[in-house]
């Protein structure tokens, strides 16, 4: 070739440049044509359009685009609540299947966001049920219509403060139980957190100082004792 086009190179590579091109294009309708199931082959269709693949291009090309494009819907379709099968929209948007698939977009964006509201809702009442609350789940959810979220993250912080503050307490009932147990103060451990309600550290303060008090006299007893004994013993 380089010999045939000897001085004329420019010519030979723009020949080439369309040989390729031809090439690439044929390669590309024989692929749209098999994905969008056209109803002549590959060959038919090149022959009828020899010359003018470009064009042959553009139609594939807007034909696979729009099977692309009804695919897409039918699979929406299948995922939303819609009262009209795939087929009966597309029937119905046919040429408008852009604004068909921006309105079942927003549908399904929709039916998302009352799915999540409900599962949001359903954790609301839950945590209400399992709290000491003054107002019930409705009440609450009609106060916070449209902030469900917020009501949520603002009973889960108040859930968590009621299970630490159950915590903290039973872990100061044991303590008292045990000082009781101790000192012997004259009344039950039951009665004593009765009457010191709310004021458990005051008790627990109470019952130390008095534990304390009696480790001293014990150990002033049993000091005397001792003394009393070697006493006895060394007759001084």
Sequence with gaps: LLAAYDGREDELLSNLRKMKTKQDNSAEIRSLIADTNAPKSADELL???????????????????????KAEITAIVARVSV???AEELLAAYDGREDELMKNLQ???AKQMKDSQVDVTKAEITSLVASSALPKSSEELLAAYEG???E???NLTKMKSNQELQASTKATKQAIIRSLVDETNPGKSAEELMNMYEGKEDELIKNLTKMKSKNLGTSAKASKQASIRSLVDETNP
């Design 106 to 108: 927003k549908m399904e």
């Design 151 to 153: 009501l949520l993250k």
């Design 83 to 85: 009262a009209k099968s």
């Design 147 to 149: 902030r469900e979220d």
């Design 47 to 69: 022959a009828a359009y020899d010359g003018r693949e470009k064009e042959l291009l553009m139609h594939l090309r807007k034909m696979k685009a729009k099977q692309d494009k």
